[in-house]
């Protein structure tokens, strides 16, 4: 796992979108297949690809979709699509066709089999048949779960029949349709972004510790892996 640390969240966000720029100039004549997770941390990301990186972006070689999503209509201030949307989708030149919402005001299990045949079909497969995405973004809670896989829901993780499936987070009960380890372990390269005082431990637990949550599990499984941390989420770096 290569580690980039960054002393504040918004250099971090910076070296992030550049990365990602960078890596898909490298491919000029490939159509990138992106999964983003939402969450507050990529929304100061968002917000920056919007209004500093506009020009610099491929944007006609994305091809966008969300590695979960809670079960609320896209309206809802929760919606990761709708965050994503509000602050960098309606602002930059991506074709509607390219963008594969996760529908949070559907039925969570009918939604999560809709979804899960969306990337079947959009997202190139691996020789396993398995859906390969380019670049899967990842966050972390302070718990240490990531892509709504929350601790103690773990069989999600071998989870390999479906590449999305139901989830609920075990603090408010609220519903969410997500990646399971079957999308994620096929990815291509899969990037972290963590970063604040609070993930410290999550951080910890990927870097230095054994399988001990969901994102230390995904982190130290799958292949490719990349962190984009800050100094305050990781201060030994
Ligand atoms: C979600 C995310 C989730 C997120 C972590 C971190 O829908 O909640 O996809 O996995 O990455 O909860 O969230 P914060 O960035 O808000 O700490």
């Not at 898909?24 to 920056?48: N, V, Y």
């Not at 809709?114 to 390969?132: E, F, I, Q």
């Amino acid at each position: 796992m290569k580690i980039y640390p960054h002393h504040t969240n918004a250099e971090t966000a910076h070296a992030l979108i550049r990365h990602i720029i960078r890596l898909m100039e490298e491919q000029p004549d490939k159509i990138f297949h992106l999964a983003f997770s939402g969450g507050t941390t990529p929304s100061l990301m968002f917000d920056l690809w919007a209004n500093e990186y506009r020009a610099d972006t491929a944007w006609k070689r994305m091809r966008i979709f969300w590695v979960d999503e809670r079960c609320v209509p896209a309206d809802d201030s929760d919606s990761n699509y709708g965050t994503m949307h509000n602050l960098l989708l309606s602002k930059v030149p991506i074709a509607e066709e390219y963008i594969h919402p996760i529908c949070g005001a559907n039925d969570p299990q009918a939604e999560a089999l809709r979804y899960s045949n969306v990337v079947r079909n959009y997202v190139p497969r691996s020789a396993k048949g398995m859906p390969a995405f380019d670049m899967i973004l990842l966050g972390a809670g302070d718990d240490g779960h990531t892509a709504s896989i929350f601790p103690g829901q773990e069989y999600l993780l071998s989870s390999l029949l479906h590449p999305y499936e139901t989830s609920f987070n075990p603090y408010n009960g609220q519903q969410r349709v997500g990646m399971t380890g079957a999308a994620l372990f096929n990815a291509q390269r899969l990037i972290f972004f963590i970063t604040g005082k609070s993930k410290q431990r999550v951080i910890h637990d990927i870097v230095a510790s054994g399988d001990t949550c969901p994102a230390a599990f995904v982190a130290h499984h799958a292949r490719n892996v990349e962190l984009f941390t800050d100094t305050s989420a990781c201060p030994s770096e």
